[in-house]
């Protein structure tokens, strides 16, 4: 048919067939399979209830463009659209309810874009959308609910970016996409809750690149993604619940990088990933609670690194990783009360690291923990509380994390580090699973040589004693006589000895600190010092104190040799 031959209905005589009822108008669309329909402008709004229901639309184009529909109901419930082009860009609607319940596209193009909603409520339950694209862009939805359960999308491509959703419920679910892709990139979802409960997406790729929820509930349970890419990077979750428990993601790219979950609860329990690349880098949970327990990753590589860790609880336990997990850079939260890996199983390969300092040590008790490890970086520290000149750490159960961490650690051949937190591990365990006395002598044995790790410190303490030794032994400083004159005294005959009267204390001191060393010289304690006509004798350290000397200069010497050879071993 020829565009000169083209019949078009449109204005008062569209309204006035449409006002003859489905019978007169079905029968008209019959012997006119081809024609256009427009209701393009028309005012609507005197009528109560505007009635589509089971009526059939021939094959051109269908416009409703710029029509004012009023605040009753409008109906197109179980009608039949052909191949044709069906056009409500810009329509306004009042405060009834839309309905296109069952109603049927079977091929063209649906546009419903720039459409003014007010507070109507949409439905589009149990309809069916063939090859068609539907395209809802740009268009400000109110109060009233949108919902789109059960309804079966062939290969078109369906488009929501940059709709506005006010404040009710938006629910896909249910619902079946085939091979065309979701666009809802930009989308704002208000204040009521969106669902996409048990849909299907097949085959198009889905995208909410930048789409902000605010509803009390976004719920992704049960979701099926097939061979289709999932973006939903930069998109923004707040509110209360993020539910994404029991999705399952088959092949192709999952995106959820720079999302921000600033909510209540985000859970992805139990979700599955089989032959995916699955990206969360530089998410933020900003959260209460945060869980990925049992999560299963076959063939999927999965990357947290450089995300911020403010929820409370952040748990990936009981899942099972059979392929390479990236967790570097990771930020911790000083909020964060709960970081836990328990019981996962890491069968391929793990990357952890954290950037900053957190007081939150990382669970990995009772994992399996893969053989090729990479651990960079790693600054954590006890939280602590101080008693007097003691301190203790206030999580009793932080000791076996940081023996698990440390495994970790040396799986990956960072000695240093691994050093670092044993450390922290035996500072953990005082007064804790130590006695009082062990405790005592952890803490000597920490500030004298760091568990190994000083050198310069344990020499150091060596040198004060042998010096305070030396000093001690040509003065006549005692606990009964240290009043300013005594001191003054002494000090004035200490100024008057010479090198070799130094020399022949220091000789001293060495030989009373380190009595089984060979003798330096032929002095004891009974040589004399003479000096401008002064004549002192050596006096030795008390017995017990002489002792106690003894047994710190041993220590420090011990650790010395311990650090100088876990240098070499570094």
Known sequence: MTDQMKVILKGKAAVTLWQQGRDAWNRWVGEHPEADISFESTDLSSYQHINFTGYHFPNGLISFKKTIFGDGETNFDRAKFGHCQVDFTGA????????????EF?????????????????????AAFGHINADFSQTEFGKGNLSFRHVTFSDGDINFSNSRFAGGNVS????????????????????GNTLFKGTRFIGGNVHFIDASFEGPLVSFSETHFGDTDVNFSDASFGDRNVNFEHVFFKCGDV????????????SFFAARFEICRVNFTSAKFRCETCEFNKMYLDQSPIRFNSILIGAEIFEFEDSIMNHFVDLRDIIIDENVQKLSFRHTAFRDSLSFSISGSSSMIPDFTESLLPTQVCVPMLNVDLLIQRKGIFTKALRPNDSEKLRILRRLVEKSGNTRLSKKLWKLQRRAQRWHTLTRLESVLDILVSFISGYGQYVCRPLFIILVLILLHTVFSVSDFSPQSLNQKDLVASAKELLLLTQHDWLASLSFAIHELFPYLPNIGSLNNQDSITSHSLTTVLTPLPTSVRIICQFFCIVCAVSALIGIRNGFKD
């Not at 193009?109 to 339950?125: A, K, L, P, R, S």
């Open 172 to 191: 896909f679910s249910d619902s079946v996409f085939n091979t065309g892709d979701i666009n809802f990139s930009g989308t704002h979802f208000g204040k």
């Open 92 to 103: 306004m609607f009042g405060l009834g309810k839309l309905s296109f319940l069952s109603s």
């Open 255 to 266: 995106d959820f990088s720079g999302a921000h979950f600033h909510c209540n609860d985000v």
């Open 106 to 126: 079977e091929a063209g193009q649906f546009n419903f874009n720039n459409v003014h909603c007010g507070d109507t409520e949409i439905v589009f339950d149990m």
